[in-house]
């Protein structure tokens, strides 16, 4: 019989040893990338680990998407990398240790942050984010995942523009990085009962082991020995230019966290042919920030990365995101010595195999069937997260260049169709949007001067969208009105009757028939 266990889902059936696996996994792979991020950012390697830890267990927990990993990211690693250098700035004599309380503050408001954007449910903003947004937001971070492993093809990854491995280290590590990406490769073929990602690291640390192999290993990188983390208030001043100088910081780690998290969210739902909830995730990640900045965690956000792995592995339920930060913490507490013998060209061939997964490679085959200006979209979203490594900038550079390419595609689609009825009124059916960019469209529809003296505009295909569109049906009426012709505007809205103020006593507004607009309803 399978063996299934239940978590907190009691609908959903959950097998018990693909979880574990998965888990074990998940945190093997945590462990480097939490080392590095902390790195990136210029602190312990031990508020990384300890911030993997945190936010995998908490957001496994409360999440609002079942096996999605959240952990230390380089993302958020950039945005405290700034205020480093803002905080040396304004003290030269700062110490890594101080710098480490602010990092904790500001990981902690901005926790709250997103707590608030939860409340409000604001991840329905997730729906403003076009597909080639996400396309381009991939495969730039499949990028940067695949060229964050190149350093490790250096003599010493821990130091800047370290030489490349010449001779036999080189032609070792390739090998069992190549190796590596074999098993993952082909061991799905053979069976799936057991996780390829572990089982390529457990062959090749046997490898290396057994031959006495030569070969740098996780230790090389840093110690990640320790003990649980004692949760703590941060000692910084509070007063209010400390304040001033964290917010901004705090402001962007949230909007990152978010950005990244939630796609991910989606990500994960078109994979698994389900649905998770945005605004609970928010909940989730606020408060595993919090909590984080207290327990001495840098933070984060989901990881795409770590995220496909788990369920490239078979998991579907949150018990393996709960199993791999509770995995990472006992490798921290006692088996540290263990943890720092895996061979990093296993690690570093799985995260390249992860890079090859993430990318969206149908994006490539879009390319003579999608708009130009998708393609566009698609390629700058991409170099932006490739260059700047700022996740948060390039979603948002990619939403404003589709919406942009949106009101002018819809500009040019306002439609009138004219007719003159047997009482000689002439009538013009309006039909597409109407709003700041198709006004000059709609104003060159009329014929004022050649109408004839009452005249109907029925929107009943058509909407009136803002304060542009507002002021040019203001217009409109008036220019008939120094004619001496009579307009009757039919099927508008009731917002906006109210702003059409200054043309009140030359309109007809057919109430009755004025439709009624649905808002989608939110759900956390």
């Known amino acids: 019989m399978k063996k299934v266990f239940n978590l907190f889902d009691f609908k959903q059936k959950v097998d018990y040893k693909i979880e574990i696996m998965s888990g074990l996994t998940v945190a093997l792979a945590l462990v480097p990338e939490a080392i590095a991020f902390a790195l990136l950012a210029g602190l312990s390697p031990l ?37 480093i250098v803002t905080l040396k700035a304004a003290n030269p004599n700062i110490t890594i240790d101080e710098i480490t309380q602010y990092v904790f503050v500001t990981v902690i408001l901005a926790g709250i942050i997103q707590i608030i954007a939860g409340a409000l449910k604001l991840g329905k903003l997730m729906r403003l984010v076009p597909h ?97 983390p004692i949760p703590s208030i941060p000692t910084i001043p509070f007063t209010l230019d400390t304040f001033i100088t964290i917010l901004p910081y705090s402001a962007i780690v949230a909007g990152v966290g978010l ?43 989901a990881m795409l990365g770590q995220s496909l792995i788990n369920i490239s592995s078979g998991s579907r339920a949150r018990l393996s995101g709960i199993v791999a930060a509770l995995a990472l913490l006992a490798f921290v507490m006692f088996g540290a010595s263990i943890i720092e013998q895996l061979p990093m060209a296993a690690l570093t061939g799985l995260m390249i195999m992860v890079a090859i997964g993430t990318f969206e490679w149908a994006s490539l085959k879009t390319f003579k069937r999608m708009p130009k200006s998708d393609i566009l979209v698609m390629v700058l979203v991409t170099g932006v997260t490739v260059v700047l490594h700022n996740l948060a900038l390039a979603v948002l550079v990619g939403v404003i260049i589709a919406a942009l390419v949106f009101a002018w595609d819809n500009a040019k689609r306002i439609r009138a169709r004219k007719h003159i009825d047997e009482n000689g009124v002439k009538h013009y059916e309006i039909y597409g949007p109407l709003f700041f960019g198709s006004t000059t469209v709609f104003n060159d529809k009329f014929d004022v001067l050649n109408d004839p003296d009452e005249v109907i505009i029925d929107f009943k295909e058509s909407r009136v969208v803002d304060m542009s569109a507002i002021e040019t049906l203001n217009k409109i009426t008036e220019r008939y009105m120094k004619v001496g012709k009579k307009v009757h505007l039919k099927h508008l809205s009731p917002d906006c009757r109210n702003l059409l103020k200054n043309a009140e006593e030359i309109i007809d507004v057919n109430v009755i028939e004025d439709p009624t607009y649905k808002v989608v309803s939110d759900q956390v």
């Not at 680990?49 to 990211?73: D, K």
């Not at 495969?139 to 821990?158: R, W």
Request: charge should be negative; hydrophobic fraction near 50%; aromatic fraction near 10%.
């Open 47 to 83: 508020t990384g680990l300890y911030a993997a830890f945190i936010m995998g267990l908490v957001t496994s927990i409360l999440g609002g998407r079942p096996g999605m990993i959240s952990g230390a990211t380089g993302a958020v690693a950039v945005v405290f990398s700034g205020l």
């Open 132 to 228: 080639p947004v996400i396309f381009g937001f991939v495969n730039g971070l499949a990028i940067i995942i695949f060229m964050s492993q190149l350093p490790q093809f250096t003599v010493d990854s821990t130091i800047d523009d370290a030489p490349w491995m010449q001779g036999q280290q080189l032609y070792v590590f390739l090998g069992l990085v190549i190796l590596t990406i074999i098993i993952i490769w082909g061991l799905p073929k053979l069976t799936k009962a057991f996780p390829a990602g572990l089982a390529a690291i457990l062959v090749i640390f046997g490898i290396v082991y057994f031959f006495d192999i030569d070969t740098s290993t996780v230790g090389d990188i840093a110690s990640v020995s320790g003990s649980f």
């Open 259 to 301: 950005i990244e998290s939630l796609l991910t969210l989606n990500i994960i739902d078109e994979i698994t042919e389900t649905r998770g909830h945005g605004n609970k995730e928010a909940v989730a990640q606020g408060t595993a920030n919090v909590l984080s900045g207290f327990f001495l965690g840098m933070g984060g956000c």
